[in-house]
């Protein structure tokens, strides 16, 4: 598995650093806090980003969201800043495992599975929110295009979707796509 540490002290990431290894990880880059991660995340494109440092601030902030909007990855931070804040933002930002005064590495290769199970089922629950969310707009918009339709047409509620659904299939788009050109052509000509 690629890693990227991000930390500002190489001492305090050391014992992490060799567990990695010792595991068969690979260590494919080793930053400080102000590196611009997000950048690094994006062209690497590593299996894991691991943030250490005493405490979790704006700039370690910053740079999980960078991650998080450019790439997300999953994250794993170890610090000894236990306050529900930090752990609140960090969580936001895009922390997928918060650990506090760890000081056992050998942990490390759990916690990266579990990070990387817990990331993974974070992005399935992201891609069918926007799908449910697409689906939800898309039944919207082809109610009211029907209804364009059966006053435009004076046709049955099911010959209007019929029309709707072979516009689709004639044009190779979804539903929602077509009912969304209806609404706007009507808009054009009342």
């Known amino acids: 598995m690629d890693l990227i540490f991000v930390t500002d002290s190489l001492d305090s990431s050391q014992p992490l650093v060799t567990a990695a290894a010792k595991a068969g990880h690979r260590v494919v880059r080793h ?4 590196d611009e991660a997000g950048n690094y995340v994006e062209t690497l494109r590593p299996h894991a980003v691991i943030f250490i440092s005493d405490e979790v601030d704006r700039t370690v902030l910053r740079e999980m969201r960078a991650i998080t ?14 306050s529900d804040d930090a752990i609140d933002e960090s969580v936001k930002a895009g922390a997928s495992a918060y650990i506090v005064d760890c000081h056992d590495a050998s942990r490390l290769n759990s916690l990266l599975r579990v990070s990387l199970i817990r990331f993974a089922e974070q992005q399935k629950l992201n891609t069918e929110l926007r799908q449910t969310r697409v689906a939800l707009q898309d039944r919207k918009v082809v109610e009211k295009a029907k209804g364009l339709i059966m006053q435009q047409k004076h046709v049955s509620e099911d010959q209007a979707y019929r029309a709707i659904r072979k516009l689709a299939m004639d044009h190779n788009k979804r539903l929602g796509e077509i009912a969304e050109q209806i609404i706007a052509s009507s808009e054009v000509l009342v």
């Open 31 to 34: 930053i400080g806090p102000n």
């Open 69 to 82: 909007e450019k790439r997300p990855t999953p994250i794993l931070v170890f610090t000894r800043d236990g």
